[in-house]
């Protein structure tokens, strides 16, 4: 029961670098979301999959790019990494349905930006 | 547009004292849920509750309970006889109903439970 996993856990990089958050879930959820805490903003919406091949933004997409190739894998990329995307990144996922189905979250992304 | 406030940015409390956590909703949707998720010091989010709009019965877990009142749009969360354990930052969220369920966020409370 693999669940939702995110790589790297940890991650130090160069300002202006491309950095990929990668997040897999095994349990074929329709629906994955990527959302960044801050201090003092609690967690925010960067962008969300409804399945493979759409996405959409969220709250704060500026500078993110994400892609769904695959059900099971919504990568997200800092195209060039700045200082003000130093954060915890936390990828989401969600089984498709009108029930409000408990929302899964993996362990978390700590990414700095030098 | 959907917005949840957490006033209490830090609460401390010494063990087995009962601590209530405030959290303060908007939104225009006539059905949407609530949640509450807990993030202890190793940081990963928790899930603890989650209500749907149309149940405003209050619900009781063990130490938890949650006490959602539509009339002030609040849904607040009651730690009974804390313990250390229970110290973590705690949010809660809103959703839209149906869809893609996206998640807005309060900023979250930091609970200190001392020995």
């Known amino acids: 029961d693999a669940g939702i996993t995110q790589s790297p856990r940890y991650k130090i990089t160069e300002t202006g670098r491309q950095v990929t958050l990668m997040c897999h879930q095994t349990w074929s959820h329709s629906y994955m979301f990527w959302y960044r805490q801050d201090l003092g903003h609690g967690l925010r919406l960067i962008y969300y999959s409804a399945a493979a091949d759409i996405t959409d933004k969220g709250e704060v997409p500026d500078g993110y790019v994400v892609s769904r190739s695959k059900t099971e894998n919504f990568p997200l990329t800092l195209e060039s990494a700045t200082r003000s995307q130093t954060s915890v990144y936390f990828c989401a996922s969600c089984p498709e349905g009108t029930l409000g189905n408990t929302i899964y979250f993996g362990e978390g992304s700590w990414l700095t930006v030098v | 547009a959907q917005k949840v406030t957490q006033a209490q940015t830090e609460i401390s409390v010494v063990e087995k004292e009962d601590v209530t956590l405030d959290c303060v909703y908007e939104?225009?949707?006539?059905?949407?849920?609530l949640f509450w998720y807990k993030q202890p010091p190793s940081g990963e989010l928790v899930f603890l509750i989650r209500r749907n709009s149309f149940d405003e019965q209050n619900e009781i877990s063990g130490r938890y309970s949650w006490n959602f009142q539509k009339s002030t749009s609040s849904f607040n969360f009651t730690i009974t006889a804390s313990q250390v354990v229970d110290s973590a930052v705690y949010f809660c969220a809103l959703s839209e109903a149906s869809g893609a369920q996206k998640l807005v966020f309060g900023q979250g409370t930091r609970l200190t439970i001392n020995p």
């Open positions: 939104t225009r949707d006539t059905t949407y849920y």
